[in-house]
């Protein structure tokens, strides 16, 4: 993990690249997130400090958006989805035994760091699901053995 000075170094390049942007707080929020993988809570008075803005503004755009992420992911991210008509075809039941399986909860990582599980509302495939995304791929009718590809 990168140390606080190499966070706030490269924040405070990011923010430069962004400076004299129209609203530039997302753009900011997600080159963060692109250089380390999350928006680190030490970035959150950097980015208020720069844009004139609260600590509470910033973390309240970044608790918002629910791409945001406070912490690192695992290696892989399973997104299951969440909406009404992967429900209706068992998605419960699917999230209740991968959550099983993996020992997590939504929003959580594997404490090897191999799995983050996380809640999404449809992802386009309501006539094949239950849905989930696996680092970025849709996957369709899924079961746990999803867990399959993620057991890297």
């Known amino acids: 993990m990168l140390d606080s000075h190499v966070h706030s170094d490269r ?3 990011i923010l430069n690249a962004h400076q004299g942007l129209e609203g530039p707080l997302l753009p ?6 692109a250089a380390f993988g999350y928006v680190p809570d030490s970035a959150i008075p950097q980015i ?3 844009l004139m803005l609260s600590k509470a ?3 309240g755009v970044i608790s918002f958006y629910h791409d945001f992420r406070a912490a690192p992911v695992g290696r892989h991210v399973l997104k299951l989805c969440r909406a009404e008509a992967c429900q209706t ?3 419960d039941a699917v999230a209740d035994r991968i ?8 929003h959580e990582t594997t404490p090897d760091g191999r799995v983050t599980l996380e809640p999404v509302f449809c992802l386009g495939l309501c006539a094949c699901g239950p849905a989930a995304m696996v680092d970025g791929r849709l996957v369709g009718r899924c079961d746990e ?5 993620v057991a890297k």
Request: aromatic fraction near 4%; charged fraction near 15%; avoid cysteine.
């Open 28 to 33: 900011i929020l997600h080159a963060i997130q």
């Open 99 to 106: 959550k099983a399986a993996l020992g997590i909860d939504w």
């Open 11 to 13: 924040i405070a390049e």
């Open 48 to 50: 208020a400090a720069a």
């Open 89 to 91: 075809v068992g998605g």
């Open 57 to 59: 503004e910033v973390h």
């Open 145 to 149: 053995s999803v867990l399959a590809e």
